[in-house]
């Protein structure tokens, strides 16, 4: 008889839970891309109104968007990082979600 600590089943649950436990603890960046449409004082308003961020780091990331074409917003787990994007595009702005490096 063969335990279960040995089975090739439990060494398949184990591996999908790390995998589960990597891809969750991975960060995520939100990125904002620049747009002919939008102000760049309303994409500093969204950032404060949204993240929270003080009018200095808004206005710092907006002028990021504007010169560089893209600015990295907010990082963290997938989840929560899919919301921002999703949020930013509620709001008109163009966004997208990378792993962070």
């Given at each position: ?24 603890s ?13 102000l ?62």
């Amino acid at each position: 008889m063969i335990s279960a600590a040995g089975s090739t089943l439990t060494q398949a649950g184990t591996d999908l839970d790390l995998h589960r436990s990597v891809l969750h603890s991975r960060p995520y960046q939100v990125v904002v891309w620049n747009d002919p449409v939008n102000l760049m004082s309303y994409v500093a308003w969204v950032f404060r109104s949204y993240f929270g961020y003080s009018r200095e780091k808004a206005h710092r990331l907006m002028l990021q968007v504007h010169r560089e074409g893209r600015s990295v917003v907010a990082a963290g787990p997938r989840e929560k990082a899919e919301r921002d994007v999703t949020a930013m595009h509620g709001y008109g702005l163009q966004a997208t979600l990378e792993e962070a490096e």
